[in-house]
C-alpha cells in the first residue's frame, strides 16, 4: 500500500455478526431516535427477502462505523419490529 486512504465503497458488505441465529431473527440493540424506538436485529436470509419488500421509511440497511453494509442485519423502526414479531416468531 501506498500510504493512501482506503475509502468504504457504497456497495461494500460485511459477512454477517453471528454465524448461527436462533430462530428467524435476533434483536441486538434498540435505541430511542427522534422519539421513536429502532431495532438492530439479525435475520435469516427469508426475513432478509421480506423485510426489503416492506416499507422503505421502516427499515434500513444497517452500517458499520466504516460504512459497511452488512448483509443480514437492519435498523427497524417498532412498527416494523411488531410486524416482524406477528409474521416470524
Known amino acids: 500500500m501506498t500510504g493512501k486512504l482506503r475509502r468504504a465503497s457504497p456497495n461494500a458488505v460485511m459477512p454477517p455478526h453471528k ?3 436462533i430462530g428467524n431473527f435476533e434483536k441486538m ?3 430511542l431516535v427522534d422519539g421513536d424506538l429502532w431495532y438492530k436485529v439479525q435475520v435469516i436470509p427469508k426475513v432478509t427477502r421480506w423485510v426489503k419488500e416492506q ?3 421502516l427499515w434500513y440497511d444497517h452500517r458499520t ?3 459497511y453494509k452488512v448483509l443480514d442485519t437492519f435498523d427497524v423502526h ?3 419490529y411488531t410486524m416482524m414479531a406477528v409474521r416470524w416468531s
Request: hydrophobic residues 35%; aromatic residues 0%; charged residues 35%.
Open 65 to 67: 462505523p466504516n460504512n
Open 19 to 21: 454465524a448461527v441465529i
Open 55 to 57: 416499507n422503505k421509511d
Open 29 to 31: 440493540d434498540s435505541a
Open 78 to 80: 417498532e412498527k416494523l
